[in-house]
């Protein structure tokens, strides 16, 4: 059986975690608004046509932050069509997903469902067809409390308190050729400068993510986030970062791999942020927003990204996650938590039905896909002093496929570590994350948590299946969960766990 010996110190940490690490989004996209937080004729349904019982699965997921409209769609999205009476709204073509957006959920009852999910907004403005001035005029409607025109709105509308949105993006994927109104990184710089300047005049206290490239593999990736930080570096707090991995090429091996590219990724913004700053001798920091990360493969394309004749809320993306994808998708939470100190929020893409941890049937039942359950431990347990840890385990090499529009890529991953872990220091607890990676072979782990005396178990669970092709559906909605790991041994500030072959495991300690 290989082993991994772990060796990790209570005083050196690599950052805390930022409560904003653990967001979720929700687009106007297929079903995740309409028929997933939001159907009024559902039976568990609210007053307001909230859905009851995805309420209670996105509590139990445990997001803090959810951003919202888009996405692709915001950069089409003119916000006045959302707010006011509802009868009065108007039914538009979307054409990011190729819809009919019939307008009857928008931001204030995005702002209403955020509170009852017990969730901080995250507003993107839409800098494709429109541009700075609407920016100013939904932060004016969102947080000045009134007396003006636009905040008296608000007030008519039926919120006389002002929301108060403290974060907010700057477009979408301004680089990308799908995106309406596509920015070269010159004219995004400039327009993202005067929307960030005018917004923060009208709320100083307002943070800002600019976009950066929509994928590492962008053609344009790193050149693009120099030239737009060079123009908003004033201006913005933070730059996003998007990826979605894959497993196209059936290549199991190389697929749990891929998340160490996104601690490349990380790396890679960080040192081109750093370098923007150095240059200005500026000791500003700009902080990271993984605002968009998933798994996202099989829904990408053909009839189930869009479908024909403008329908009302398709049921397009909805990728049905399997074992496989969850630890994927569980080695992306530890590349998030690994880098704390400057990810300072991140954004799971998405929320229900629409590549999604939370399933609904429309009129029917809602349940958990396999990825909803790494997210939830992340989201619930993830918070605290991320540790530093020395690693010593056997590696496999892996090279990652990612396809780029009609171009191949081939990433090669020479050094795998078949163990990759997170250390999470709570108030009083030790928390451990890890993945297992070796697909045929179980794995003993040896952990000397230096500094910590007197560990004891709270909770030992892991999430495997022998078969990684195993989904959780309506009709078998259990089919993956997680069960407890026995035969933990602790001594001290000594841990031994074996952890099964290709597996998400989560150890949970009292740390006095
Ligand atoms: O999350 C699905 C889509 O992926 C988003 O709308 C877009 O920003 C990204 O390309």
Redesign the pocket.
Known sequence: MPSSKVLLDRDFAIGTTDRRLFGA?V?H?GRCVYGGIYEPDHPSADERGFRGDVLKLVRELGPTIVRYP????VSGYDWEDGVGPVEKRPRRLDL??QSIEPNTFGTNEFMDWCRLANVEPMLAVNLGTRGPDAARRLVEYCNHPGGTTLSDLRREHGWPEPHDVKFWCLG??MD?P?QMERKTPVEYGRVATEAAKMMKMVDPSIELAVCGS?ARTMPTFGEWERIVLEHTFDHVEYISL?T?LNNYAEDTAAFLASPDLMDSFIEEVVAIADAVAAERRSSKRIMLSFD?W?V?YRTRRGDTRVREGWPVAPPI?EEVYTMEDALAFGGACIALLNHADRVRAACL??LVN??APIMTQTGGAAWRQTIFWPFADFANLGHGKVLRTQIDCPTYSATYYDPRGKEDLYFPLPEVPYLKLAAIHGDDTLTLFALNRHLDEPMRINVSARGFSELALERAQTLHNGDLRAANTQDDPDRVRPEALQGVEIRGSELVATLPAASWTVLRMRAR
Request: net charge negative; no cysteine; aromatic share 24%.
């Open positions: 989004f687009e996209l888009g996405g692709n769609f990011a997903w979408n994927e990308g799908w929509s998007h979605y968009e998933n996202w993306l893409a998405q629409a590549i």
